[in-house]
């Protein structure tokens, strides 16, 4: 049995190993320019400080402050190494296609580009709905309540983490779209299959969105709806790729064949 899964597990190795190494390649790039990418991680909170000071005059001595000694390189080092996961996605969704590629049929190896691009496309628009929505209204909120009789101080080491938690958690889910529509087409699931786990998968959004985002029911919500609306629109894509077939309808189509095989059976006697 070993000996059956060890060409496999040696194809695994290999594309896990040129994946490691394209997001080491992609941090030591994004390192450079750990500044500006920090400045961009950043804005949303001090949007959200700015915007406290209007309120209180007190909130106005709030900051962004480090704990550690030398805070300030491991908060580099993680953005880095969230810009450098994110520069080398298409090149990891590549070697994940090629590992799966072996067993496949030939025209469903020509679908990779659709798959590195779609999966691309779709992790950044997940990152972006989170950046651009989900957390100006989620830090506004927790750091503005409480602000006349608190300061904030807020720790960035705490942030950093935070925030890349939840761009991962919204471009991993905004895939939703892409796997489904690669599952359908390769005939593992069908419409039926993903309205029948609907109501589990609802179940399912809410509990990640609430251990993803901050403990408010506001930005829960804003992870918790797209999440919903994206699986709705895996349904149909599903429903257009790999419907589901009732047995009446399926014998219908049987019966169809026959029909046709003994008319064409009768014209050529």
Same mark, same amino acid.
Request: aromatic share 16%; hydrophobic share 55%.
């Given at each position: 049995?070993?000996?059956?899964?060890?060409?496999?597990?040696?194809?695994?190795?290999?594309?896990?190993?040129?994946?490691?190494?394209?997001?080491?390649?992609?941090?030591?790039?994004?390192?450079?320019?750990?500044?500006?990418?920090?400045?961009?991680?950043?804005?949303?909170?001090?949007?959200?400080?700015?915007?406290?000071?209007?309120?209180?005059?007190?909130?106005?001595?709030?900051?962004?402050?480090?704990?550690?000694?030398?805070?300030?390189?491991?908060?580099?080092? %993680?953005?880095?190494?969230?810009? /450098?996961?994110?520069?080398? *996605? =298409?090149?990891?969704? !590549?070697? @994940?296609? $090629?590992?799966?590629?072996?067993?496949?049929?030939?025209?469903?190896?020509?679908?990779?580009?659709?798959?590195?691009?779609?999966?691309?496309?779709?992790?950044?628009?997940?990152?972006?709905?989170?950046?651009?929505?989900?957390?100006?209204?989620?830090?506004?909120?927790?750091?503005?309540?409480?602000?006349?009789?608190?300061?904030?101080?807020?720790?960035?080491?705490?942030?950093?983490?935070?925030?890349? %938690?939840?761009?991962?958690?919204? /471009?991993?889910?905004?895939? *939703? =779209?892409?796997?489904? !529509?690669? @599952?359908? $087409?390769?005939?593992?699931?069908?419409?039926?299959?993903?309205?029948?786990?609907?109501?589990?998968?609802?179940?399912?959004?809410?509990?990640?969105?609430?251990?993803?985002?901050?403990?408010?029911?506001?930005?829960?919500?804003?992870?918790?709806?797209?999440?919903?609306?994206?699986?709705?629109?895996?349904?149909?894509?599903?429903?257009?790729?790999?419907?589901?077939?009732?047995?009446?309808?399926?014998?219908?189509?049987?019966?169809?064949?026959?029909?046709?095989?003994?008319?064409?059976?009768?014209?050529?006697?």
């Amino acid at each position: 049995m070993f000996a059956e899964i060890k060409p496999h597990l040696v194809e695994l190795r290999k594309r896990l190993g040129l994946s490691v190494l394209s997001v080491f390649i992609g941090f030591i790039i994004a390192f450079v320019f750990h500044e500006i990418i920090l400045e961009w991680v950043t804005a949303p909170l001090n949007e959200a400080l700015e915007q406290v000071s209007h309120l209180s005059k007190k909130a106005a001595e709030g900051m962004v402050t480090t704990h550690q000694v030398g805070g300030a390189f491991f908060v580099a080092l %993680k953005v880095s190494f969230f810009a /450098g996961l994110l520069g080398a *996605l =298409p090149f990891i969704l !590549y070697q @994940l296609w $090629l590992f799966i590629a072996p067993g496949l049929y030939n025209n469903e190896k020509k679908m990779v580009i659709p798959f590195v691009v779609g999966g691309t496309f779709m992790f950044a628009v997940g990152v972006l709905f989170a950046y651009y929505v989900v957390t100006p209204f989620g830090f506004q909120f927790l750091i503005t309540f409480g602000s006349f009789l608190y300061t904030p101080m807020i720790n960035i080491e705490d942030y950093v983490g935070f925030f890349t %938690k939840i761009m991962m958690g919204f /471009g991993i889910a905004f895939e *939703l =779209p892409v796997f489904a !529509y690669f @599952l359908a $087409l390769l005939g593992l699931v069908t419409d039926k299959t993903l309205k029948d786990f609907f109501k589990y998968a609802v179940l399912i959004i809410f509990v990640v969105a609430a251990l993803l985002t901050p403990p408010d029911v506001l930005t829960q919500l804003l992870m918790a709806a797209p999440l919903i609306l994206l699986y709705g629109v895996s349904i149909l894509i599903v429903r257009a790729v790999n419907p589901h077939e009732e047995d009446g309808e399926e014998d219908e189509v049987v019966d169809e064949e026959k029909i046709k095989l003994q008319t064409n059976t009768i014209y050529e006697s």
